[in-house]
C-alpha cells in the first residue's frame, strides 16, 4: 500500500465548478499535511499546508481529518488557470524522516472554457 | 534568477554510462533535497544534506547513486552504470533551517533518458 494515496483523475470541469480532491495517508505519525500544485513539465510548487482546524486561501479549502488519515482539498470558481496535477504531500513523525516530503501519485485537473 | 537552478535540463545517455547531475541550491539554504519523478508518479525522496553533511538516504538510492555537497553549496548526483529504469526527471529543492519542513523550494529538474 502507498503511503500517501490519491484518485488520479482526470477530472475535467467546467469553469466557475466547484471541485473536490481527496487523499489518504498511512503512516497515523504523519507530522504535517500539504497540498502542492505542478504544471505540466514544472517543479512543483507549495499551494497550501493543511491544519485540522481547516484552513482557507481564496478559492482553496483544505482539511485534514486525523482520525481517518484523510485530506481535502476543495477548490471553488475554478479558472482555467487552475489545469494542473495537485499533489498531496505528507511529512513523517517527528523522530523520523520529518525532513523528506513524501508525496501522493497527483490529480489531475482540466478546467475547461 | 534566485531560485534553484539545475543542469543539465535535459541528459541523454546509453545503458551502461556515468551521469552526473547538478543543483545550486537558494543562495544561504543550508538544507538540499533530492527527489525522483516518474511519468505519473508524484516525486520520491531520494536523499537530504544539512550544510555539508548527507542526513537521509532513501532505499531507493541504490549502490549506483552517490550524492555529494562537498562546500555545503551546491551538489552533484552521480548515477553510475545508468539503467533503462533510471530515466526519470530527477528534482533538487532547498530550504533554510529554522522554517518550516515544507518550505522546499524546488528546481526545475533534470530529465534522463537511458536509451
Known amino acids: 500500500r502507498k503511503e500517501v494515496e490519491q484518485d488520479p483523475g482526470p477530472f475535467n470541469v467546467p469553469e466557475g465548478a466547484t471541485v473536490a480532491f481527496n487523499c489518504t495517508y498511512s503512516n497515523s505519525a504523519s507530522q504535517s499535511f500539504f497540498w502542492y500544485r505542478q504544471d505540466c513539465r514544472k517543479e512543483p510548487k507549495l499551494l497550501m499546508s493543511?491544519?485540522?482546524s481547516g484552513n482557507e486561501d481564496g478559492r482553496f479549502t483544505a482539511q485534514l481529518n486525523r482520525a481517518s488519515q484523510y485530506i481535502s482539498l476543495l477548490i471553488r470558481d475554478s479558472k482555467l488557470s487552475d489545469s494542473a496535477t495537485y499533489l498531496c504531500v505528507v511529512t513523517g513523525p517527528r523522530s523520523g524522516s520529518a525532513r523528506q516530503l513524501t508525496f501522493g501519485s497527483g490529480t489531475q485537473l482540466t478546467v475547461l472554457p | 534568477d534566485t531560485g534553484v537552478s539545475q543542469n543539465p535540463r535535459h541528459k541523454i545517455t546509453k545503458r551502461g554510462q556515468n551521469v552526473t547531475f547538478r543543483c545550486d541550491p537558494i543562495?544561504?539554504?543550508?538544507?538540499l533535497y533530492w527527489y525522483r519523478q516518474t511519468l505519473g508518479q508524484g516525486p520520491e525522496f531520494l536523499t537530504y544534506f544539512q550544510n555539508e553533511a548527507q542526513l537521509e538516504k532513501s532505499r531507493l538510492l541504490s549502490d549506483r547513486f552517490s550524492a555529494e555537497r562537498p562546500k555545503g553549496s551546491f551538489s552533484t548526483l552521480e548515477i553510475q552504470r545508468t539503467e533503462q529504469g533510471d530515466s526519470a526527471m530527477y528534482l533538487c529543492?532547498?530550504?533554510?533551517?529554522?522554517?518550516?519542513?515544507?518550505?522546499?523550494?524546488f528546481g526545475p529538474g533534470t530529465r534522463l533518458t537511458v536509451t
Open positions: 493543511v491544519y485540522s
Open positions: 543562495s544561504e539554504h543550508n538544507r
Open positions: 529543492a532547498s530550504s533554510l533551517e529554522g522554517t518550516s519542513v515544507y518550505e522546499q523550494y
